[in-house]
T-cell receptor
Framework: DADVTQTPRNRITKTGKRIMLECSQT?????MYWYRQDPGLGLRLIYY???????NKGEISDGYSVSRQAQAKFSLSLESAIPNQTALYFC????????????FGDGTRLSIL | KNEVEQSPQNLTAQEGEFITINCSYS?????LHWLQQHPGGGIVSLFM???GKKKHGRLIATINIQEKHSSLHITASHPRDSAVYIC????????????FGKGTHLIIQP
């Protein structure tokens, strides 16, 4: 089983729908991240969390929200999806400190029509 | 915010060739990462460097802190090395301090 599991792997939906992307991990890491990847751009940070009670906005948090349900689970929601949120989304985990390698899930390919 | 530039953006080579991918950045860092993204999308960490050189199998990563430059080399390249290689640098300031390059798309032809 993968250390970092994202569901679903692919999703096609319509503008205005609410979408939730889920991430679970077995690494035992406290730090979890959500990124988006767009063609021709580097990965960009949406939200990150140090523990269940700590949620922080990243570079591009507008239009997104997150929930850290447990140490092992971190969900990303799009409350009202719009086409420019079409992208590849990655969840990642890491150990302390911040410069340590991150462990990525396989990604969720999200298309919003 | 650190600016990370990778070159080349795209590289096609023949099996067996020696491959070099470059990464330069604008602000001093405490760590540089090389990542590999396979066509299926998954990303794996290859190396973390803060100085010098590291080797793992046919992969070699070097960093020159003074010149703000790192290279990833692949010796005896193989079609299974075909992937996107991503450089990421950590320059402090918490989770926002990690900046990713746009990636180098490598294709190794048999």
């Amino acid at each position: 089983d993968a250390d970092v599991t994202q569901t679903p792997r692919n999703r096609i939906t319509k503008t205005g729908k609410r979408i939730m992307l889920e991430c679970s991990q077995t690494k035992g890491h406290d730090r979890m991240y959500w990124y988006r990847q767009d063609p021709g751009l580097g990965l960009r940070l949406i939200y990150y969390s140090f523990d269940v009670k700590d949620i922080n906005k990243g570079e591009i948090s507008d239009g997104y929200s997150v929930s850290r349900q447990a140490q092992a689970k971190f969900s990303l929601s799009l409350e009202s999806a719009i086409p420019n949120q079409t992208a590849l989304y990655f969840c990642a985990t890491s150990d302390f400190p911040f410069n340590q390698p991150q462990h990525f899930g396989d990604g969720t390919r999200l298309s919003i029509l | 915010k650190n600016e990370v530039e990778q070159s080349p953006q795209n590289l096609t080579a023949q099996e067996g060739e020696f491959i070099t991918i470059n990464c330069s950045y604008s602000v001093g860092i405490s760590a540089l990462h090389w990542l590999q993204q396979h066509p299926g999308g998954g990303i794996v960490s290859l190396f973390m460097l803060s100085s010098g050189k590291k080797k793992h199998g046919r992969l070699i990563a070097t960093i020159n802190i003074q010149e703000k430059h790192s290279s990833l080399h692949i010796t005896a390249s193989h079609p299974r090395d075909s992937a996107v290689y991503i450089c990421a640098v950590y320059s402090g300031g918490g989770a926002d301090g990690l900046t990713f390059g746009k990636g180098t798309h490598l294709i190794i032809q048999p």
